[in-house]
């Protein structure tokens, strides 16, 4: 009986570390300087394409995006890392042009979309409200550290 327990036990350990999400690395040149670098549906697109790793910040024209974006300025020069935004208005010539709600950040991996915050969810709304809180939700994708 014992052994079966030991058994079950380790199986539901290896399967909560298995599980676990891991971090990942941006490129490179997105550590060191901590900036908003606005770009374009062009450059977004080619990004994808070269299957980068980057953080974007869409942004509307409301209050809402106003205040998120002193935010994300915050925690970008403080982390040292380049977060790239984008006019929500031009998301719709994007690959990514399923996302409607904004503001709101996505996290890239590869070219892919590992995640993003849906402003339209009641349970994303605290890292909306400050840089730590925003903090928490993206080091839990991404490493703020560099290699």
């Given at each position: 009986?014992?052994?079966?327990?030991?058994?079950?036990?380790?199986?539901?350990c290896l399967i909560i570390i298995l599980n676990k999400p891991k971090t990942f690395?941006?490129?490179?040149?997105?550590?060191g300087f901590g900036e908003l670098s606005n770009i374009n549906q062009v450059t977004l697109n080619n990004f994808i394409k070269e299957k980068e790793s980057f953080v974007l910040?869409?942004?509307?024209?409301?209050?809402?995006s106003t205040k998120f974006n002193s935010i994300i300025k915050e925690f970008a020069e403080?982390?040292?890392?380049?977060?790239?935004t984008l006019d929500s208005e031009l998301v719709s010539q994007t690959e990514i042009d399923d996302i409607k709600y904004f503001p709101t950040i996505v996290v890239f991996k590869k070219g892919k979309i590992v995640d993003y915050l849906k402003s339209d969810r009641?349970?994303?709304?605290?890292?909306y409200e400050s840089s730590e809180e925003f903090s928490k939700?993206?080091?839990?994708y991404i490493n703020i550290n560099r290699k």
């Open positions: 009986m014992k052994k079966i327990l030991i058994i079950i036990f380790i199986g539901i690395y941006l490129e490179s040149k997105y550590y910040y869409i942004y509307g024209n409301c209050v809402c403080r982390n040292n890392i380049v977060i790239h009641d349970d994303n709304l605290i890292y939700w993206l080091t839990s």
